[in-house]
């Protein structure tokens, strides 16, 4: 089964609203990186936190990280039509090789104008 | 600007061909990695490589078979191509700190 599960599967909201994502995985990691597709596209990373980082900022997003229990949070501010995109996490766990990442199914966010 | 480049964005191929997926990354990666994306199932790893001529499997190795003869280049290959491996095929490079650099992907529709 995936490391990461992303929650909610889909949401939808109004632009100018915030979005936010969550991410919940089941071992320790090293860090956990966020990304963003959009539709017939690669994935393109947004942000990565490491596991002895509790926030990081980028621009309008905002990524948390509790390892105590074992979740992250991906909040977009003050969302955009051309944010809609699946948001996935993934996880590099500290049992596995350096690199390898474990994936999530993801998160579809519509932003409607 | 840093890339990862696959050589078709999109491949029609009849049942029992070989297929080669190529994927090149201008980055001077030691990490590649082949995931495929299907609806409902996120992405799964196929097969990753730490050095050339390395290669590990990933967790739905069957049916492929992998390439890395130059560190920029990691080749996915489909030995006889079926159905059921008509997919969105994504190729990835990664260097500290380890986020990993996508291609554009190859939609792939095996008929």
């Known amino acids: 089964s995936q490391q990461g599960e992303e929650d909610p599967q889909a949401l939808s909201i109004q632009e100018g609203e915030n979005a936010t994502m969550n991410c919940s995985y089941k071992t320790s990691i090293n860090n956990l990186q966020w990304y963003r597709q959009n539709s017939g596209r690669g994935l393109v990373h947004l942000i990565l936190?490491?596991?002895?980082?509790r926030e990081k900022h980028s621009g309008r997003l905002r990524v948390t990280l509790d390892t105590s229990k074992k979740s992250s949070s991906l909040l977009i501010t003050a969302s955009r039509a051309a944010d809609t995109a699946s948001y996935f996490c993934?996880?590099?766990?500290?049992?596995?090789?350096?690199?390898?990442?474990?994936f999530g199914d993801g998160t579809t966010l519509t932003v409607k104008p | 600007d840093v890339k990862v480049t696959q050589s078709s964005r999109y491949l029609v191929k009849r049942t029992g061909e070989k297929v080669f997926l190529e994927c090149v990354q201008d980055?001077?990666?030691?990490?590649m990695f082949w995931y495929r994306q299907d609806p409902g199932l996120g992405l799964r790893l196929i097969y990753f490589?730490?050095?050339?001529?390395?290669?590990e499997k990933g967790d739905i190795p069957e049916g492929y078979s992998v390439s890395r003869e130059k560190k920029e280049r990691f080749s996915l290959i489909l030995e006889s191509a079926s159905t059921n491996q008509t997919s969105m095929y994504l190729c990835?490079?990664?260097?500290?700190?380890?986020?990993?650099?996508f291609g554009s992907g190859t939609r792939l529709t095996v008929v």
């Open positions: 936190i490491r596991s002895n980082e």
């Open positions: 993934a996880t590099d766990a500290r049992d596995t090789n350096a690199g390898k990442s474990t």
């Open positions: 980055m001077d990666h030691e990490n």
């Open positions: 990835a490079s990664t260097g500290a700190p380890y986020g990993y650099t």
């Open positions: 490589s730490y050095d050339v001529k390395m290669k």
